[in-house]
């Protein structure tokens, strides 16, 4: 840091450190100099140059596809594919937990959407032989049926059961919108993903969807299905047809870090034991707080137990006002820390008209002011394959936290406690450095794993 202290960054989507790699810098800087800083086209005119199509064929090898298509945004990848294919009057099986980009390219399809409770698989059949029966009794003509879903929930952390959602699509003959731009370059023992990972065959899966920017440092999205999906996808889809196509030198790092996940495991070895060190400190040992990230997840989602509000009746503002202030105490003294971030919960999802009629799991086309949610706020570390569990020498201030109950280990708990007013954790100058003092120690109060 600017102070000359030594942080741990828990702030950071550079998972494996690509950022710092100097063969990468070398290849960006060289493909920076031969190609130019972009093509100043869409990819259809002028846009699309050689190491597009390489990065297509690389993706498209790496999942196991047929085909892949390479847009220049990652957010707006999946906000294009859904509208691209789904149309009004056509249906949309959505979990109730998707994350934003998702739900924006539903609104943008204008389709009619069923929600099913999040992973409940239970449920989801429940909504899917619901459409088939009625479609069967009012004999309507048969429509395009989607379902949408996501590998590793943004909002929440967890995995989809990918396998019980295939066996749904063949059963009642939906195909599947899976978006993987979370777990894609994460999950599987080479990055491929959430079908890697449940060994499902991705080419059961319609159209998969990922980013290429966060982990794998590069840039933009991409999906990758059947060439009649990808290519359907080149003239119907806004974000492909009417944006200026990728820079040249993140597609060639995109490359280059696809290879490197297929040819170096150990670093994602490396960054799930880190992980799993990490989850053993902060979900299991505190009465506080749980995770509600998968255990190969690197973004730990933290929030409090349904327990812990309800006995203290606390509502969303104080929920967020107590995380901001963990974040706010860890930042300085022990690490970098991730700010607050926040999910819709399952159950908050309706559709409301003027007359305040409410049907949480049958929405036509919606408007913002139309899908009513609320949110609950978490706090977001994110790990890396940078972290060790090797012991390094702490400084004055370590040591007087550390002493005091309140260590680097569990700044946040201790700052849990003071937010509480459980314990008195108090910051005081000691010479020309900081000190930090608890009393009495929060594992006196009940807080310490």
Not at 339 to 357: I, R, V
Request: hydrophobic share 35%.
């Amino acid at each position: 840091m600017a102070n000359g202290r030594t942080v741990v960054n828990l702030a950071t989507y550079n998972h494996y450190n690509f950022i710092n790699n100097e063969a990468l810098k070398e290849r960006a800087v060289k493909t920076l100099r031969t190609y130019g800083v972009g093509p100043c086209g869409p990819p259809g005119f002028y846009g699309t140059q050689d190491v597009h199509g390489q990065l297509e064929a690389d993706i498209a090898a790496h999942i196991g596809s047929d085909a892949a298509i390479v847009y220049a945004q990652s957010f707006s990848t999946v906000s294009s594919v859904i509208p691209a294919f789904a149309k009004r009057g056509d249906i949309i099986v959505a979990d109730k937990a998707i994350n934003y980009a998702i739900r924006k390219g539903i609104q943008i399809s204008r389709s009619t959407i069923r929600w099913y409770e999040h992973n409940d698989m239970e449920d989801l059949e429940r909504v899917l032989s619901t459409l088939v029966k009625e479609q069967e009794r009012t004999r309507k003509p048969l429509t395009r049926r989607f379902i949408v879903t996501e590998g590793l929930f943004e909002n929440i952390g967890d995995t989809v059961n990918l396998a019980k959602v295939v066996e749904m699509k063949y059963k009642y003959k939906f195909r599947i919108v899976l978006d993987e731009t979370w777990s894609y370059g994460i999950l599987g023992a080479t990055g491929r993903g959430v079908t890697e990972q449940q060994n499902v065959d991705p080419t059961q899966v319609d159209m998969i969807i990922g980013s290429l920017a966060g982990s794998l440092c590069g840039g933009g999205g991409f999906c990758a299905g059947t060439t009649e999906v990808v290519e359907h996808q080149r003239l119907s889809a806004a974000s492909y047809t009417f944006s200026a196509a990728l820079p040249a030198m993140l597609a060639t790092t995109a490359s280059e870090t696809v290879r490197i996940l297929q040819e170096q495991p150990e670093v994602l070895a490396t960054l799930r034991d880190n992980i799993k060190v990490m989850w053993t400190q902060l979900d299991p040992r505190s009465d506080w707080v749980y995770c509600s990230s998968s255990p190969d997840n690197p973004v730990l989602l933290l929030m409090l137990k349904e327990e812990v509000v309800e006995s203290r009746h606390l509502t969303i503002e104080e929920e967020e006002w107590l995380m901001q202030d963990i974040v706010d105490e860890v930042r300085f003294p022990f690490q970098h820390s991730a700010s607050l971030c926040t999910y819709p919960p399952a159950s908050a999802y309706t559709y409301s008209d003027a007359l305040g009629y409410t049907c949480p799991d049958t929405l036509p086309y919606t408007s913002p002011d139309t899908l009513l949610y609320t949110t609950r706020p978490s706090l977001e570390q994110l790990l890396t394959c940078l972290v060790s569990r090797q012991r390094r020498p702490r400084d004055a201030t370590e040591e007087h936290a550390s002493s005091s109950g309140c260590g680097p280990a569990r700044p946040w708990l201790a700052a849990l406690a003071r937010a509480q007013g459980l314990c008195d954790l108090r910051a005081h100058q000691e010479g020309d450095g900081e000190g930090w003092h608890c009393d009495p120690p929060c594992c006196h109060q009940g807080l310490d794993p």
